[in-house]
């Protein structure tokens, strides 16, 4: 890509036709593409950028890299599976990341952390619970704040 902020005819064709293939599938690779979108400010980069955001989310790229830092206690499907189901709802705005929000962490840990194949089949104690929801809170949090690091402001509709 060539250097500061302007972007030949070919280098934008070309990233466009990189989030259309999906051969982008990192949160890290979609900032920068969207940050280089954001700069030249020309609704054709929409569509493409939106489809590969959302092709990232359905298609488990974003489980996966959360569960690549989740090693301990894999971050939790459901958990996620709400979250997008806030987002087509309408209870969370596209531009927020739900995840993070409405104690969604906290309450899939704690249904996690109840169910008895986490304790080889035994009925888990109170305290055992609570202490498999904190290990699950902690680990999770922390996958999900390493993530969005890659904001350097919160995300919004128009990446900009």
């Not at 902690?138 to 969005?148: F, K, S, V």
């Amino acid at each position: 890509m060539s250097s500061g902020k302007k972007l030949s005819q070919a280098e934008k064709a070309s990233l466009i036709q990189s989030l259309r293939t999906h051969r982008v599938n990192t949160l890290i690779e979609l900032r920068r593409i969207e940050k280089v979108f954001a700069n030249l400010n020309t609704p054709d980069v929409t569509e493409p950028m939106t489809s590969a955001w959302a092709h990232y989310v359905n298609s488990n790229n974003l489980l996966s890299e959360l569960r690549g830092l989740t090693k301990n206690y894999p971050f939790s499907s459901e958990c996620l599976d709400e979250a997008k189901w806030m987002v087509i709802e309408g209870e969370e705005p596209v531009s927020r990341i739900p995840i993070g929000n409405a104690n969604l962490i906290p309450k899939h840990a704690r249904q996690l952390a109840v169910k008895p194949q986490m304790w080889g089949g035994r009925t888990p104690t109170a305290a055992g619970v609570e202490q498999l929801a904190a290990a699950c809170i902690a680990e999770w949090t922390r996958a999900l704040t390493q993530l969005l690091r890659h904001w350097d402001s919160p995300p919004t509709t128009t990446g900009r």
